[in-house]
Structure formats: C-alpha cells, structure tokens
C-alpha cells in the first residue's frame, strides 16, 4: 500500500495574539487520486488549513506533517511542498498576477527557471485543456469571474502538481461561474491528483470520495458523504448551505415527519417522499 | 483507507447553534420595531414606482454601449419585485437609475406617482437606499456607529434623529449599538460587515429599498439572517427591489418578478410556471425555483406552490 | 484605461519588433544630445528621425496627439516664459514684458524641443509593450544589483501594477457610486470640502489594495515565487542585427546633428 500523499497528524495552529487554536490535533490523510471534500462554517480552520498543506504556514505542532514527501516541520520541507501542493484560493482576481491570462499561466514555471520554450508548450497545453485559448491574451478585469478563476487553476496547475488544495474556490461566483469551475474541478479526478476540495456548500461536496467536517478546528466528521447527510443534527451545528431541497427536509424532520434519507437533491427528494408515503 | 464511522465532535467552547442565535436577534428586534412603528417608526411605509421607457447607454471608448432600454414596469407600495436576468443584463444599471445615481437618455422614473421635475421629487428620491454589490467596500469609518451615521448626516438630520436612525438600524440588522457600536468595521466578520453596510443605507430611512446582489460572496449563516431581515422589512411595508441570481431566494422573498435580458424587459409582473416562464428563466442562465419544480413534480396545484421550505414541510408534513 | 502618456499601441512594425533595450538606449541617447545640442539645424535633423521612426511604427498621429495633450500647457508656458523674460533687445517693451526676436526664437527652439522629446519617448511607450519594457529595464538596470537594488523585484512590482489599474480604476468609480447612493458629494463645495468628500473613498480603496496585497503574495508563494529567484521568461528577451542596426543608425544620427 503506497503512503498517502498528504498525511497528517495531531496538526495545531493557532494565530498570533488569537484566544482559541485555529486547528486543534487535526488528523487528515489524502490518498493519491482520492477527492476529499472539506467542509465547515466560517472560523472552523478551513483556510488554515489550507495554507498549511500548501506550506505556506508553518503549523505550530504536529505529530506529523507530510505533504507530498515533504516535512511541512521545517523550512525547506515547506517550500518543497509548495511546488507538489497546488492551492487555489476564493478570490480570483487576487490570484491573477500578469497582464494577459497566457503570462499569468507561465508565472509559476518562470519561477522554477523552466526553459522558455518548455513553458511556452506547458501554457499551450493549459490553455487547451482549461478552454481558455481565446481568452490567451486577454486582460484580467476583463475576464469574468468564472474564467478568472479557470484561469488561476490554469495557473496553479500548470506546475505538474501531485495534489492541489482549492480553497472554497466558487465562494465569490455567480451561478454560471460556479458551474464552470466545477466542471473544471470534476476534470481533476480524471488526472491521479489527489485533491481537497474546501466549501461552505453541500451541494458541492457529492462528488467526493470522503468528507471531513470540521467544528472549531477540530473534526466533527470523517467518512463517507451520505454518513455525513444522515445525521440532521450535525448538518444543522455545522452552518452549512444547503440546497433548497434539503432545508425541506429539514423542516420536516422539525415537524416530527423525518424523511428515510437526507436528500441533496430534487430527485432524492421525491424519492424519499415515494418512499415515505 | 476509506475511513468508516465518525468521531465525536469535540466538546468544549461550542457556541450555540449561531443561525439561531441571529434569528432570535432579529427577531426580537422586528418586534419591538414593528410595535415603535407608528411613533418614531424605524421602518416607514413604502414608495410606489414606475419606469416609463426608460434608456441608458454606457460609453465605451468612442462607442455607445446601451444598456437598457425602453424599460417601463410599475411596483406598488409595499410590494417586493425580484430582478432577474443573466450577468450583464442591465440589472445594476436599472437600479441605479432607479436611484438617479445616473439620469436615463430618455423615459423617467416615477416615485409615488411624482415625476421627474415634478414637486417634491429629490426629497422623494432621498428616500431611496441603494444597497451595492460587496456593499462592505463602502465601510471607511473608525466605528460601526459612525460609519451608519454617514448617509443620516449626509441628510442634514439633527444629531438626535441621526442617532435614533443609527440605532434602531443597528437594532434592525442583529448588531445591537451597546455591542457593536464602538467596534472598528474592519474587525467585524465578513458578514457582519455585510449587515453593517445594509445598516448604513436602512439608518436612512428609505422607502423604497434597492439591493443590488445582496447574497453574493455570503457564507449560509449571512445569507440566512439577510433573508429574514429583508423578510421583515417586507412585513413591515417597505418597497423592495431585489437584484438577485439565487432564484430560491427571490421566489421565497418577492411576490413579482421581471425579467431582463440584454438591457430589454423579457417578462415581468407575478411570477408565472408554465414551460415557457421555466424556458425564459433557463435562456437567462436560470432556472424554475426548487419550491414550484417540487409541486409540479409531486403533480400538485402550482398555486399553491409553497414560498419557503418551512411551507412546503407544513404542507408535506 | 491607462493614462495616454503610457499607452501601447499592439502592432507589427520593425518599431514593434526592436527589442526594448536597444530602443530605451537609442532614445535616451537621441535624449541627451536634444539637451546637448542647441541650434535648430541639428533639431531638426533629430525631428527628423524621430518622425521617421513615428511614421514606421505605423502608429496613427492622433496617439502622439493624445500623448503630448497633457503637456501642452507646459509647452505654452515655456514659449510664454521665455518670450517675456529672455534676454534679447526688445522691439516691444511693456512693464515687465520685454519681447525681442530672440527671446522669441528662443522660445520657439525650447517649445520644439520639448516636442521632439515626446515625439521620441513616444515612440518608445507606443511600440513597447509594458512588460517587455519593465524586463528591458530590469536587464539593463542589472548593474544596480551589486549595489543591493532589487532591480528584478521593482520590474515585477511594476508590471504588477499595471496590471491592477484597470481593475482599480473601477473599483473606484464603484466606491464613489455607493458613497453617492448615501448622500456623499464630491462635485460641490470648496477644495478643502472636495479633499474631506474623498475620505470615504479612498479608505476603501486603500483597506482594499491592502487586502489585495495579502491575498496576491500567499498566491504568489504558492506559485512558487520568491524575492531573490532567478526567473525565465515565456517571452525572452532576444535582441538580433536589427537591434545592432538601430544602436548604429542613432549613433549616425545623433553625430549628424551634433556636427550640422
């Protein structure tokens, strides 16, 4: 059995001058090509989180912090991991650097020294594969929301990654974009990454492999998503937003009429009620 | 590696549920406002509204870009009318003509039947709250309190209203004054922020609200408590606007809709669910709410579609 | 929108084409000898050449127009200064105002060169794109680096910029719109009450730039940057005969006003 790619254990933070830990004895472990989803309201450690997978934050104490081979305890450790790490943050325009989408992509291989001419196919290829290719050398505040933010993952991506940390990545879009950023995410099953995908919003988590809950810093919940849906009671704690469909349900289990199964989506639904009735 | 099972949630510092907490809040607000209501009244009556032909057009290097045009629709006091449409549609552009922040190339905007020119329009146009995109971009002052009083002030009210305005908006939005008064709106949480910028256009007192995208870059627990309080400013009368993409939400918060496309009105007036109101609703990147896909799905009569998922558990249950 | 004085015209002239270091140099030298230089025959040998090098670069002359407009006021105000207060025996004397001939040509030669010198750096702004200028910049500014000058960290701050002032620009104007929509004024009132208008909205926007900085540096690091990195580029500099050539032909000229 091969090692995970992202293995942690026991993982504190905790923000300078803050009165309670950020992320408290945090256990998290990431297999290769496996797609786990991370949900929690505002203040349960998401973001922390993510910035220490990607070794951009130094955790303040674990029993161990392996991303990717890498000691996230120590320096090098943490720069290391940053090119095998991939993150993608919330806010698309603060994460596009250059003038036109095409340079931004090959931001990152210029930093590691690629060749131009080896970044010059890499961009290709990224362009391509994120359908972006018209937009190569268009201006970033012309761009909308969706495709600025395709065009960060491009960007984030066109490193060759083993992993890649998105940080509640369709939180600032509107419906069309979050569709579009979505189907981008779905693409990255397809490539061996192991992916940790971090959102307020249950809807986008039906996809995954494995959810974690976290509350407070601290998992709340660890396995599979349906085992998540059944218990109401947590969904409820945990803040989260839910499809329409699903505050139905909840409302009727409030009501003293629980359905079998906690829907997600409209056909889940009227299946419970069949089920029920 | 498929972890099984669940741990225990971490017991220790848990706040209660917050959602309810904040709904308390409001709650309790609302009703001691709706009780101050006649007197001092921190929420007044509604404006009505209308658009005849309305028509603007952006600049755009030496090209005129229109924007809107031959708008016209009517909202009667008190009413709550969903805007609707596809990015770029025009949606922000109306509402800001709606508020003068720009004067249409041709048509006008009637307030409470008045025109443009007419007597008594710029009061009745001070009546107006515009609530923008991201509204916490307009947060600058040293403290949540001052930075409400910026719109009363602006108004030339006397120190006194301006500090019952503050405070009963403060009130209205769950951000009691005796606690976050004196707090520095940079140090609030985004959605406080979100409900402290709203608090800074309702401590104006309009009639006539206007909210541009209120829900967007919100997390559950906002977009929650924002609802309930647009909910109770609708109860108690004041003319809405909602500008939105969530169509849930507008189907749960608004009795009429409009529809606009590419700067033109596609439909408007009270919502309708046959296939072609649900094709329109798709053509513009949206979609039937859950609620009436729900009834119609179930073979229900979908005027009785149910607005909020409480209603429709009552009517499941 | 960026100001007129440091807009890029995207085109495919030999202008175009040049890379910018060599052009940055042909200019600043043909800079210095204007300034060397003061007679009218040899400024217009140089006029000459930088109108030739304009008409090349195939850029339309209402962009040079665009470019010089904000500085006519100071090239009014040079003619001005000078045909008043030159010295020179006067034809026409009133007060203070003293004109004579050749305090006028004197005027004309200072105003026309101001011309040929925007006219040249015109060239420059208009046929170069902002980031292969800041590169040619940085690599010619390579020196400063053994005395500690982060010359390759000010290029990218520089380019990182541009890129974010379209983006700012409308950031602002939305500020002010929602400040409007409160009742904010910022067309009335004295100076003083214009200047205190502002406050609400450039705390906003400066709250937001800092913001922004955060946000673009963990982005950045995760990107793999670091101050001090030798970085390559997707586009690199490659300077070839016809850069030699233009290093050549401004010698040439620049000798040929020089000695005219």
Not at chain 1, 156 to 170: N, S
Not at chain 1, 173 to 193: K, N
Not at chain 2, 137 to 158: I, M, T
Not at chain 3, 229 to 237: D, K
Request: net charge negative; proline share 5%.
């Amino acid at each position: 059995m091969t090692a995970p790619l992202l293995d942690i254990s026991g993982l504190h933070y905790r923000y300078p001058g803050a009165r309670s830990d950020a992320l408290a004895d945090l256990d998290l472990t990431v297999d290769e090509a496996e797609f786990v989803a991370v949900v929690g309201a505002n203040g349960s450690g998401k973001s922390t989180l993510a910035r220490l997978l990607g070794g951009l934050e130094r955790p303040a104490a674990a029993r161990r912090a392996v991303a990717c081979g890498h000691d996230l305890l120590s320096g090098e450790g943490r720069l290391a991991a940053r090119r095998d790490v991939g993150v993608l943050f919330q806010n698309p325009e603060n994460q596009l650097v250059a003038e036109h989408v095409e340079e931004d992509i090959a931001f990152g291989l210029e930093n590691l020294g690629w060749p131009s001419a080896d970044i010059r196919r890499r961009v290709d290829e990224m362009l391509a594969r994120f359908d972006l290719e018209d937009l190569r050398r268009r201006e970033p505040h012309l761009l909308s929301g969706g495709q600025k933010q395709r065009a960060a993952l491009a960007g984030v991506l066109a490193i060759p990654r083993r992993a890649i940390v998105l940080d509640e990545p369709t939180a600032m879009l509107d419906p069309a974009g979050r569709a579009d950023v979505l189907a981008a995410v779905v693409a990255l099953r397809a490539e061996g990454l192991a992916v940790v995908y971090i959102t307020q919003e249950m809807d986008e988590v039906m996809g995954a492999d494995r959810v974690v809950a976290l509350e407070g810093g601290s998992e709340a919940y660890s396995g599979e998503v349906d085992g998540l849906f059944a218990d109401g009671a947590l969904v409820r704690r945990l803040n989260l937003g839910l499809p329409v469909v699903a505050e139905v349900a909840q409302e009727m289990a409030r009501r003293g009429r629980p359905l079998p199964t906690f829907p997600l989506t409209l056909d889940a639904l009227l299946a419970s009620l069949g089920e029920r009735s | 590696m498929k972890g099984a099972g669940r741990k225990a949630g971490r017991a220790g510092a848990q706040p209660v549920d917050s959602a309810d907490a904040a709904a308390a809040t409001v709650t309790a607000a609302a009703a001691a406002a709706a009780v101050g209501a006649a007197a001092a009244g921190p929420v007044p009556a509604g404006m009505s509204l209308a658009c005849h032909g309305v028509t603007f057009s952006y600049e755009e290097g030496r090209e005129a870009v229109p924007a809107v045009r031959d708008v016209g629709f009517e909202l009667a006091a008190g009413g709550s009318l969903a805007l609707l449409g596809a990015s770029g549609a025009g949606k922000s552009t109306l509402l800001q003509l709606v508020r003068g922040l720009d004067e249409p190339e041709a048509g006008a905007v009637d307030l409470d039947g008045v025109e443009p020119g007419g007597e008594g329009y710029p009061a009745l146009r001070r009546e107006v709250g515009l609530v923008f995109q991201i509204p916490e971009l307009q947060l600058f002052a040293p403290s949540a309190r001052e930075d409400v009083a910026f719109g009363p002030r602006r108004l030339r009210w006397s120190e006194e209203r301006v500090a019952e305005a503050v405070s009963a908006a403060l009130e209205l939005v769950g951000l009691p004054e005796d606690k976050f008064g004196d707090r520095h709106p940079y140090a609030l949480s985004g959605g406080e922020q979100r409900r402290l910028a709203l608090a800074g256009v309702l401590a104006m007192k309009p009639r006539l609200l206007l909210l541009d995208e209120p829900f967007v870059s919100l997390d559950p627990v906002t977009r929650r408590q924002l609802a309930e309080i647009l909910g109770r400013l609708k109860d108690a009368g004041v003319t809405i606007i909602l500008a939105t993409h969530d169509v849930d939400l507008a189907w749960a918060l608004c009795d009429e809709m409009l529809v606009l496309c590419d700067g033109v009105v596609a439909a408007s007036g009270a919502w309708e669910h046959g296939a072609a109101a649900t094709d329109l609703l798709v053509r513009n990147r949206l979609r039937e709410p859950q609620l009436v896909e729900l009834w119609r799905r179930l073979g229900r009569d979908l005027a009785t579609a149910p607005r909020t998922a409480a209603e429709a558990a009552e009517a499941l249950a | 929108m960026r100001p007129a004085i440091a807009q890029y015209y995207p085109g495919d002239s030999l202008m175009h084409r040049l890379d910018p270091r060599a052009k940055f140099v042909a200019v600043s030298a043909l800079a210095v000898a204007l300034f060397v230089r003061d007679s009218f025959v040899g400024l217009a040998v140089y006029a000459a050449a930088a109108a030739l090098a304009y008409a090349i670069s195939g850029v339309p002359v209402r962009w040079f127009w665009r470019a010089f407009k904000p500085l006519l006021w100071l090239v009014g105000l040079t003619f001005l200064a000078q045909v008043v207060f030159a010295p020179g025996i006067p034809f026409f004397s009133f007060w203070f105002i003293h004109l004579s001939w050749s305090g006028i040509e004197l005027a004309a030669f200072l105003s026309l060169r101001l011309v040929v010198l925007v006219l040249a750096g015109s060239v420059l702004t208009l046929t170069t794109a902002p980031i292969a200028l800041t590169d040619g910049l940085a690599w010619l500014g390579r020196p400063l680096r053994r005395i500690k000058v982060p010359t390759d960290e000010l290029a990218l701050m520089v380019t990182i910029a541009l890129r974010f002032i379209p983006t700012l620009l409308v950031e602002l104007d939305t500020i002010m719109r929602a400040q409007r929509a409160r009742g904010a004024d910022f067309r009335s009132g004295g100076l003083r009450e214009r200047v205190r208008a502002l406050v609400p909205v450039l705390i906003p926007l400066f709250v937001l730039s800092f913001r922004r900085a955060d946000d673009l540096a963990l982005a950045m690091e995760a990107r793999c940057y670091r101050p001090g990195i030798v970085r390559t580029r997707l586009h690199p500099l490659r300077a070839g005969r016809a850069d030699v050539l233009l290093l050549v032909v401004t010698a040439a000229v620049i000798a040929a006003g020089l000695l005219v």
